[in-house]
């Protein structure tokens, strides 16, 4: 059974540092893994989607690596803003089954101190 | 507006009741998905639509029923709601299966409380 597991579960930097936010997967049977943000109260807003040939994709600010082989994702967040206080996710939408579900990690809330 | 949407965005409702939870996509995808998230427990896929007039179970379907008789529509209803399915319900799209770069995308969602 795929798990998703996310660390930390929070985080709080001061402005202007960059971050990692760490994503694990247990079966690497997947076509591809999004990283979502999502604010209090609000849905998810899509940030990246690395489909499982690709290595890296990079939106602005962020890059987020897959190492399917390994299990792990990573998103890079550059320059840290208090704008980016968020809970980022990070979701693998497994091969097997063909549902199109997304299996979730729980998520990683970040805060980011002026 | 382009997107999907969800409404109402907030529902009380007491135990016992039927509420239906709507979601409206205007990119004609064809599956559609909606899930409940909670603390402790992060999303979970409650029911599934492969196209109109498809649907399938997800993880935690149990007191939940769905329809599509339209593409564009995927209505969420709880049959006789229970405090347990107090939650935040998300409803999202995607273009297709079976394609690495395929994306989905969420509503804001709807926050069901029941009494």
């Known amino acids: 059974k795929q798990e998703v597991t996310q660390i930390p579960a929070a985080l709080s930097v001061p402005e202007g540092e960059n971050l990692v936010l760490n994503c694990s997967f247990t079966d690497s049977a997947i076509y591809n893994l999004q990283w979502f943000r999502q604010d209090p109260g609000k849905g998810l807003t899509s940030l990246l989607l690395i489909q499982s040939s690709q290595r890296e994709q990079t939106s602005g600010r962020l890059n987020a690596s897959l190492d399917k082989s390994s299990g792990r994702s990573t998103l890079y967040i550059a320059a840290s803003q208090p704008g980016d206080s968020a809970t980022y996710l990070c979701?693998?939408?497994?091969?097997?089954?063909?549902?199109?579900?997304?299996?979730f990690g729980q998520g990683t809330t970040l805060q980011v101190k002026p | 507006d382009a997107g999907i949407t969800q409404s109402p965005r907030y529902k009380i409702t007491e135990t016992g009741r039927q509420v239906t939870l709507m979601c409206h996509q205007t990119w004609s995808h064809s599956y559609m998905f909606w899930y409940r998230q909670d603390l402790g427990h992060g999303l979970r896929l409650i029911y599934y639509s492969a196209a109109a007039d498809i649907t399938d179970k997800g993880e935690v379907p149990d007191g939940y029923v769905v329809s599509r008789s339209k593409t564009e529509n995927f209505p969420l209803t709880l049959e006789s709601a229970t405090r347990s399915q107090t939650s935040v319900y998300f409803c999202a799209s995607s273009e297709s299966l079976g394609q690495m770069n395929t994306e989905a995308f969420f509503g804001q969602g709807t926050r069901l409380t029941v009494v």
């Open positions: 979701a693998v939408r497994p091969s097997s089954g063909n549902t199109g579900k997304l299996i």
